[in-house]
């Protein structure tokens, strides 16, 4: 894996977080009106979560930060970025509604990024392999607290 230091990874991931998902999204708001009515109903919103998970992806894979950090740092910096776009834009149902979506594709392109490291022997494979647990217990919480929200 990477020889950097713990806190730049962190920092790396944290920076993707706060500013990827919100600053995608504002930049939606901010598109004209004609572009978004066209297109906010399936491409926009897919596109968007693909940046994320491609984006996680890239930092798992290309920039070998490690997974702890990657989730970590991913998950703190959009939580926060989506409070900063939330208090800047006047959004708050942003944080029940789009963050545990957009956490999902974060860890999903996390999880792609620590398989395809695995299969390609940049890390160690253990017997046990406890991050297939953690992403799946991630993934499974980001599905179920929404539908919670909703159904609740």
């Not at 703190?76 to 959004?91: D, E, K, N, Q, R």
């Not at 390609?120 to 217990?137: K, T």
Request: hydrophobic share 60%; glycine share 12%.
């Amino acid at each position: 894996m990477s020889n950097q230091p713990d806190i730049i990874q962190f920092g790396m991931a944290f920076g993707f977080g706060v500013v990827a998902p919100s600053g995608l999204l504002y930049g939606m708001t901010v598109a004209p009106l004609e572009v978004t009515q066209a297109a906010f109903s399936v491409i926009l919103p897919v596109g968007w979560l693909t940046l994320i998970g491609v984006g996680s992806l890239i930092l798992g894979k290309w920039l070998q930060v490690q997974p702890a950090n990657l989730l970590g740092g991913g998950i703190i910096g959009t939580l926060s970025g989506f409070a900063i776009f939330a208090l800047l834009v006047g959004w708050s149902f942003v944080m029940f509604a789009i963050v545990p979506i957009t956490l999902l594709a974060l860890i999903v392109g996390a999880w792609g990024a620590y398989e395809w490291n695995r299969y390609s022997a940049s890390i160690e494979n253990n017997v046990y392999d406890g991050w297939r647990y953690v992403f799946l217990a991630l993934v499974i919480f980001m599905i179920a607290l929404p539908s919670l929200l909703l159904f609740a």
